[in-house]
């Protein structure tokens, strides 16, 4: 056994640690040195995005243990930054295995540190969660989630006074504070009941009413409130919000996944909650398919990521991906914002460097201005903190099934995207189409984009070199041409340059440095790649674009573009 593991298994065997976690270090020490080695090997990194691991004993698990240490931290900053008052600090769950349990202990260690806490009395949506430290006028908050991970992992992510997700200088200082906290004795446990205050309705409702708040065509929604909307919170939270939210704006034929709609962690019906897979929305699509609904609507455990499935008119469903459901709700606000005369130059979209430039197309035409933020909604949140009371967010997201519109939320809100989407429906149906034809028209007006995502796992030491290898390959001996068409342009956000690849140029890129590489090719398609900062993988996100004359041609040039998507890939040797 290494020395560190074995300090750190010592630590666990006679430190603070309660009887059962240490006859389970015990057990894995007796019988499963493999197990042990990698529940003990390092520690759980809180990194910027909070952390999220498996469940277990150990130093390198969600545990307990790992969540009191890591809120004791948290705790040390926010109580550096507040000043001659009392913090106050929001904190939710979602469905998960031992969410309920690690939210308890988050409420105990902030309430032991003299924070008060709000923390919800039921299963809650991460959205929620993030309107809720605005709403409550909190410091920070804390949301016990895994969001679409599989079921033997959770997470926990924190959140500013914002509404968002930790970004510079909070995300750096959390953590330096948190590797403070080298053992149990030093996190305050004992919970000051006094201080700690459980919530529901008084944030759920008016939560609902800013949601409501959003539509734009409740004539339509009156006309169509008996729309056939199949919906599945994938055994999660979105089950509290999502029905409520579209009867809310009106709509009265909800048929909800029953076997799905029961809060589960270990999404007995799934192999994975995460409405991004086929698999997962099968269910969904089946009860669709029986009962010809309009649409389909799902949101993952956490119900910040919308899945979406259209009917196509012949009675099968075609799944959207992440930028066709953010290609309608982007569409969709900006026209009806300039049809109700509140577009004026001061209003703007946003979306991630990954995601469609069909987005940026859509927002010039209609006298918008598109941010470019790196991948991650926090970086959304931090766009529209920066902008606020200067310009107005109509809506933003990113390829990875994410989407939000309006400010009072500050990350993706699953519950806001099922309840627009679900208002287009009928409102295109009110034009006489249906949301698969609507999604053609915009491609017909606006230009017409495919997108597919490619990620390629190489694992260990020799893992990262091979990935460090082909970025470097594909920096410093870039391609002239790609599947016959120009590279005319290729931005480096690492070196934070952009290169006119025509004339030699370059021009200075303002985003935060990033080993992220775009390649811009001559007929508008992007190539784009980066090494996942969690995982080891690199990512390749292809975007192409075709020609598209008339709905009927639609078939043919989406097989076009995936054709085009393929050679892409196999001259860039992938």
């Not at 902008?387 to 500050?410: H, N, P, Q, Y």
């Amino acid at each position: 056994m290494e020395k560190a593991v074995e300090e750190r298994v010592n630590t666990w065997l006679n430190g603070a640690f309660d009887e059962e976690t240490k006859a389970a270090v015990w057990d894995m020490l007796r019988h499963r040195p493999d197990e042990l080695q990698d529940a003990f090997y390092k520690e759980l990194e809180f990194g910027t995005g909070g952390m999220r691991g498996l469940l277990g004993v150990g130093t390198n698990r969600m545990n307990k243990y790992t969540v009191a240490m890591a809120t004791q931290g948290l705790a040390n900053y926010v109580l550096q930054t507040v000043k001659n008052r009392q913090a106050r600090m929001a904190v939710a769950y979602d469905s998960r295995n031992h969410s309920l349990e690690f939210s308890e202990i988050v409420a105990d260690v902030l309430s032991a540190n003299g924070i008060q806490v709000f923390l919800f009395d039921s299963i809650t949506p991460t959205p929620e969660l993030s309107f809720s430290i605005r709403h409550l006028h909190c410091d920070s908050g804390v949301m016990i989630t895994a969001s679409h991970n599989p079921k033997e992992y959770n997470g926990y992510k924190a959140y500013w006074n914002d509404g968002g997700q930790l970004v510079a200088p909070h995300d750096n200082n959390v953590i330096a504070e948190v590797r403070k906290i080298t053992s149990m004795e030093i996190v305050k446990r004992q919970r000051n009941a006094a201080l700690v205050q459980y919530i529901g309705e008084e944030v759920h409702v008016p939560y609902l009413e800013r949601i409501r708040s959003l539509s734009l065509h409740p004539e339509a929604i009156a006309a169509k409130h008996d729309l056939k909307i199949v919906y599945t919170p994938l055994h999660g939270t979105g089950v509290r919000m999502v029905p409520r939210s579209l009867a809310n704006f009106g709509f009265t034929q909800v048929s909800i996944v029953e076997k799905q709609a029961i809060p589960d962690g270990n999404f007995s019906t799934v192999v994975s909650p995460n409405p991004e897979e086929t698999a997962a929305m099968q269910m969904a699509i089946e009860q669709a398919k029986a009962m010809q609904a309009d649409i389909v609507l799902a949101t993952d455990p956490d119900a910040d990521r919308i899945g979406v499935a259209v009917n196509k008119g012949d009675g099968s469903f075609e799944l959207l991906n992440g930028n066709m459901t953010l290609t309608l709700l982007v569409s969709y606000l900006l026209k009806e914002w300039k049809r109700l005369g509140k577009i004026d130059g001061k209003q703007y979209v946003v979306k991630t460097v990954v995601t469609t430039e069909l987005i940026r197309d859509i927002a010039t035409r209609e006298g918008v201005a598109c941010y470019d933020v790196l991948t991650g909604f926090k970086f959304i949140a931090d766009k529209i903190l920066a902008l606020e009371g200067k310009e107005t967010f109509i809506a933003g997201g990113e390829e990875s099934f994410g989407c939000l519109a309006g400010d009072f939320v500050r990350d993706k809100d699953g519950v806001i995207s099922c309840s627009l989407l679900a208002e287009l429906t009928a409102y295109a149906q009110t034009q006489g189409r249906s949301l698969y034809e609507e999604l053609i028209d915009i491609y017909l007006h606006y230009g017409f984009y495919r997108e597919r995502l490619l990620s390629i796992t190489r694992k260990g030491q020799s893992g990262a070199e091979e990935i460090q290898a082909m970025m470097d390959k594909f920096r410093h001996h870039p391609f002239q041409t790609i599947h016959g068409l120009e590279v005319v342009r290729i931005d480096d956000i690492l070196s934070s340059t952009s290169l006119d690849c025509r004339s030699g140029e370059k021009t200075p890129i303002t985003l935060p440095k990033s080993n992220v590489l775009q390649y811009y090719l001559a007929d508008g398609s992007k190539v784009t790649m980066r090494p996942s900062g969690t995982e080891p993988k690199i990512k390749f996100y292809f975007s192409v674009k075709e020609t598209l004359p008339d709905r009927a041609s639609y078939e043919a040039a989406v097989a076009r573009a995936e054709a085009k998507i393929d050679g892409i890939i196999r001259d860039l040797n992938l």
